[in-house]
């Protein structure tokens, strides 16, 4: 068993544009693993405050690529991913997680932009670099991936097909610990199928965060990535097995209600969130306090009190190599949010996880399965008599039957029947966005000439002109209630089920809105029949 406190980092992101127009103060600095924030100066404080500083394990400073201990994206990858790769080859669990308040760089640091790739796809891009290094016909490897969201408290799997979907529920198994109850974990080859299902999985995200409310992403998302090594005996013909789960996890924003202006719904939304984030402040403050030898070292740990906690509860003080990546802004207006954050970092690092390499686990699972659903059938058969309370207690073995027979079946799964159902599922998930008027090239807006096409723009640069819908001769927009199915299915506030018209016509491209729908372009509302131009930009209802 390998002893080792979580590794803590803190990255600087660069002045955004509106920072730079304002002239905003600096007040982070970084020198070697030391991060020293400043107060802001003002007149009369000057003098009263000190500056603050905290040390951790990495301090990234990409501030501007102009300065000489410059942090770029490859960089931080490898300080931080390659460590992770290299314990998931020796069989160790993994983590990356990213914290900050919205905008400081979590999801640039985990996912980059455009050429600039960040931690997960450079993760991935390196896993099957080594394993064709690596791999022998006595040592094999398969991956599997899954990716969902936690939007709040409910999980989502993205990489589901079906468009009315349902959430997940979080269950844990006395074998398992933690798990999703029926999250696709789909087999993969090279980084191109990892690619190719990230994009369809953001592309889902992207649906979902437009249904949901226009301004940004708001949901932690974990992707997660499943090796399993196997080493065969050519002359014995034995085999042993090592499987190791890496979980990248990038978190909503941390912030306060006062400063992002929330109200009603986004509000309750932001509260759940904060909800969960908290639930992680508090799992890591009763962490570091176990681990400090202090007198609050065996209070209960709350992994229980969210989702996001419950499922990272490996990954926090258990069977895991676990990296924390703290973000945070160089603004002077961001310094409480910024001091929080550190604060939290600061904490994370006492926490202690015990990670062990995890040989031959799959054996030893579906024999212990196989032996719970003997036991539950005969608890099945001997649950006999009337009232409500033995129909209860039936009803839970059945349940509990069920979800472990699943589980055995899933495990017996050879690689090649996992294969076949991530093809299958691949098909059905094209087809659902094609159904939707969704393009489904693999990245990047890539349209085709000739053909009239919107996309969709989003606040958050990682969700911004990722869907592209074409447009038919006649296309019908409105909601999946409608009678006559739509061309564009929406959903949301102030979507009618059939609420608008566009129409290709010899002398361009028309909109109609119908029932007096909200419609606008160039944010002025339009009631009849209206011409389009390249460039214009359209919002449906409340916020598409």
Same mark, same amino acid.
């Given at each position: 068993?390998?002893?080792?406190?979580?590794?803590?980092?803190?990255?600087?992101?660069?002045?955004?544009?509106?920072?730079?127009?304002?002239?905003?103060?600096?007040?982070?600095?970084?020198?070697?693993?030391?991060?020293?924030?400043?107060?802001?100066?003002?007149?009369?404080?000057?003098?009263?405050?000190?500056?603050?500083?905290?040390?951790?394990?990495?301090?990234?400073?990409?501030?501007?690529?102009?300065?000489?201990?410059?942090?770029?994206?490859?960089?931080?990858?490898?300080?931080?991913?390659?460590?992770?790769?290299?314990?998931?080859?020796?069989?160790?669990?993994?983590?990356?997680?990213?914290?900050?308040?919205?905008?400081?760089?979590?999801?640039?640091?985990?996912?980059?932009?455009?050429?600039?790739?960040?931690?997960?796809?450079?993760?991935?891009?390196?896993?099957?670099?080594?394993?064709?290094?690596?791999?022998?016909?006595?040592?094999?490897?398969?991956?599997?991936?899954?990716?969902?969201?936690?939007?709040?408290?409910?999980?989502?799997?993205?990489?589901?097909?079906?468009?009315?979907?349902?959430?997940?529920?979080?269950?844990?198994?006395?074998?398992?610990?933690?798990?999703?109850?029926?999250?696709?974990?789909?087999?993969?080859?090279?980084?191109?199928?990892?690619?190719?299902?990230?994009?369809?999985?953001?592309?889902?995200?992207?649906?979902?965060?437009?249904?949901?409310?226009?301004?940004?992403?708001?949901?932690?998302?974990?992707?997660?990535?499943?090796?399993?090594?196997?080493?065969?005996?050519?002359?014995?013909?034995?085999?042993?097995?090592?499987?190791?789960?890496?979980?990248?996890?990038?978190?909503?924003?941390?912030?306060?209600?006062? +400063? *992002?202006?929330? !109200?009603?719904?986004?509000?309750?939304?932001?509260? &759940?969130?904060?909800?969960? =984030?908290? @639930? %992680?402040?508090?799992?890591?403050?009763?962490?570091?306090?176990?681990?400090?030898?202090?007198?609050?070292?065996?209070?209960?740990?709350?992994?229980?009190?969210?989702?996001?906690?419950?499922?990272?509860?490996?990954?926090?003080?258990?069977?895991? +190599? *676990?990296?924390? !990546?703290?973000?945070?802004?160089?603004?002077?207006? &961001?310094?409480?949010?910024? =001091?929080? @954050? %550190?604060?939290?970092?600061?904490?994370?690092?006492?926490?202690?996880?015990?990670?062990?390499?995890?040989?031959?686990?799959?054996?030893?699972?579906?024999?212990?399965?196989?032996?719970?659903?003997?036991?539950?059938?005969?608890?099945?058969?001997?649950? *006999?008599?009337?009232?409500?309370?033995?129909?209860?207690?039936?009803?839970?073995?059945?349940?509990? =039957?069920?979800?472990?027979?699943?589980?055995?079946?899933?495990?017996?799964?050879?690689?090649?029947?996992?294969?076949?159902?991530?093809?299958?599922?691949?098909?059905?998930?094209?087809?659902?966005?094609?159904?939707?008027?969704?393009?489904?090239?693999?990245?990047?807006?890539?349209?085709?000439?000739?053909?009239?096409?919107?996309?969709?723009?989003?606040?958050?640069?990682? =969700?911004?002109?990722?869907?592209?819908?074409?447009?038919?001769?006649?296309?019908?927009?409105?909601?999946?209630?409608?009678?006559?199915?739509?061309?564009?299915?929406?959903?949301?506030?102030?979507?009618?089920?059939?609420?608008?018209?566009?129409?290709?016509?010899?002398?361009?491209?028309?909109?109609?809105?119908?029932?007096?729908?909200?419609?606008?372009?160039?944010?002025?509302?339009?009631?009849?029949?209206?011409?389009?131009?390249?460039?214009?930009?359209?919002?449906?209802?409340?916020?598409?």
């Amino acid at each position: 068993m390998a002893t080792d406190k979580i590794k803590v980092a803190v990255r600087v992101r660069p002045f955004n544009r509106r920072e730079l127009e304002l002239g905003t103060q600096c007040v982070v600095e970084m020198t070697g693993q030391q991060t020293i924030l400043q107060h802001p100066t003002s007149l009369e404080k000057l003098e009263r405050n000190k500056p603050k500083t905290f040390a951790f394990d990495h301090c990234f400073y990409s501030l501007s690529p102009s300065v000489e201990n410059f942090a770029s994206q490859e960089v931080v990858f490898d300080a931080l991913g390659r460590d992770i790769l290299d314990n998931a080859f020796q069989g160790y669990n993994a983590c990356i997680f990213a914290y900050g308040q919205t905008g400081s760089g979590k999801s640039y640091t985990m996912m980059g932009s455009g050429d600039n790739k960040g931690i997960i796809p450079r993760l991935c891009d390196n896993l099957f670099d080594m394993i064709a290094k690596q791999q022998s016909c006595e040592l094999t490897y398969k991956v599997e991936v899954s990716y969902m969201e936690i939007y709040n408290e409910k999980v989502h799997d993205l990489l589901d097909p079906k468009p009315n979907k349902q959430s997940l529920k979080v269950r844990e198994h006395n074998v398992l610990g933690p798990y999703v109850d029926g999250l696709s974990q789909l087999a993969v080859t090279s980084y191109q199928d990892i690619d190719n299902l990230m994009t369809e999985g953001n592309k889902s995200r992207t649906v979902a965060a437009t249904n949901m409310n226009s301004e940004s992403s708001r949901s932690h998302a974990v992707f997660s990535v499943v090796v399993t090594q196997t080493l065969t005996d050519a002359q014995s013909g034995v085999s042993g097995e090592k499987v190791s789960r890496m979980s990248l996890v990038d978190l909503a924003g941390s912030e306060r209600a006062v +400063k *992002t202006g929330a !109200v009603g719904d986004r509000l309750k939304e932001g509260s &759940n969130i904060n909800k969960s =984030l908290t @639930t %992680l402040g508090l799992v890591i403050s009763k962490l570091a306090d176990q681990n400090s030898g202090g007198k609050n070292r065996d209070k209960f740990v709350p992994y229980r009190d969210s989702v996001l906690t419950w499922l990272l509860k490996d990954n926090l003080g258990g069977n895991s +190599k *676990t990296v924390m !990546v703290a973000t945070i802004s160089p603004a002077a207006d &961001n310094y409480e949010e910024t =001091l929080s @954050t %550190l604060r939290y970092a600061d904490r994370a690092k006492r926490i202690v996880n015990h990670a062990v390499v995890n040989e031959d686990p799959n054996a030893r699972i579906i024999r212990e399965l196989r032996q719970e659903v003997e036991a539950l059938k005969e608890m099945l058969l001997h649950a *006999t008599g009337q009232g409500s309370v033995v129909g209860q207690r039936r009803t839970d073995i059945t349940e509990k =039957l069920s979800e472990s027979e699943r589980l055995m079946k899933e495990m017996s799964q050879t690689w090649e029947e996992k294969l076949v159902k991530t093809e299958k599922l691949q098909h059905e998930r094209q087809q659902a966005l094609e159904k939707m008027g969704i393009s489904v090239q693999a990245s990047g807006i890539q349209v085709e000439k000739n053909k009239y096409y919107l996309v969709n723009l989003n606040d958050d640069p990682s =969700l911004n002109e990722l869907l592209v819908y074409y447009l038919k001769d006649v296309t019908l927009v409105g909601g999946r209630s409608a009678t006559t199915e739509q061309d564009i299915q929406l959903h949301g506030l102030g979507i009618l089920p059939e609420h608008c018209v566009i129409t290709i016509e010899e002398s361009g491209l028309y909109m109609s809105p119908l029932n007096g729908a909200r419609c606008f372009v160039n944010g002025s509302q339009v009631v009849v029949k209206t011409l389009l131009q390249h460039g214009d930009r359209i919002v449906w209802g409340n916020h598409h």
